[in-house]
């Protein structure tokens, strides 16, 4: 499975957009870039994924690169409540599961 | 509403017991997925199962057991073995769909004196 490349920490101002970028250079064509968020003491809660295109739903957009060797997560107007860690992850998944591979993320913090 | 429900939060036990955690979902999921986090770590995997009566060992699986006799339920084992068991422990599940996004449970903090 490929690894995936991320910042320890970010800051972000509250109302602003918060751009989180992940580098997965060896990324094969057939896996998948998942985006995951963990607030202390809680699981981790699913944002987005895409292979190749751009994603946009209600929580967020994905932006994969064309060669797909890095992608950025935007939450468009950070709020506190987006204080948490983000996980980018790839993964092709295999026969009826999908084996997640998580790192140590980037720890977000949304401030006032 | 539909979800994971994993119990209890938190659990202590002494060091020597067997302890096993409970995960319940009513998402008709057929896969589940048992995880591990420690302190400023990312997950790891301990075991999952892709249908009843079938799992399969993660990355990590000495020392746990799990068993899947129902669709809805998958319980994890932490046993004697497991030399370091204190950590957070998380329950997942997804469709059979190998490109399905896993839906967690908030855990339960496990810690052995």
């Known amino acids: ?112 | 509403d539909g979800g994971i429900t994993q119990s209890p939060k938190y659990l202590f036990r002494k060091e020597g017991q067997n302890v096993t955690l409970s995960c319940e979902q009513n998402l008709n999921h057929d896969a589940m997925y048992w995880y591990r986090q420690d302190p400023g770590q990312g997950l790891r995997l301990i075991y999952y199962s892709q249908i009843v009566n079938d799992f399969q060992k993660g990355d990590i699986a000495e020392g746990y057991s799990v068993s899947r006799e129902k669709k809805e339920s998958f319980p994890l084992t932490v046993t004697s073995a497991q030399k370091n068991p204190t950590a957070f422990y998380l329950c997942a599940s997804s469709i059979k769909d190998p490109n399905s996004p896993l839906h967690f449970g908030n855990g339960t903090r496990l810690t052995v004196t």
């Open chain 1, 1 to 112: 499975d490929a690894k995936t490349t991320q910042p320890t920490s970010m800051d972000c101002a509250e109302g602003r957009a918060a751009n989180l970028p992940c580098n997965h250079s060896t990324i094969s064509g057939n896996e998948y870039v998942y985006w995951y968020r963990q607030i202390h003491s809680q699981g981790p809660q699913y944002i987005i994924h895409g292979l190749k295109n751009n994603e946009t739903n209600e929580m967020a957009s994905l932006i994969i690169t064309e060669d797909r060797k890095s992608s950025t997560l935007i939450l468009p107007h950070a709020t506190l409540r987006d204080t948490a860690v983000y996980y980018c992850i790839v993964s092709p998944g295999s026969g009826g599961y999908n084996k997640l591979i998580f790192g140590a993320g980037t720890r977000l913090a949304v401030h006032p």
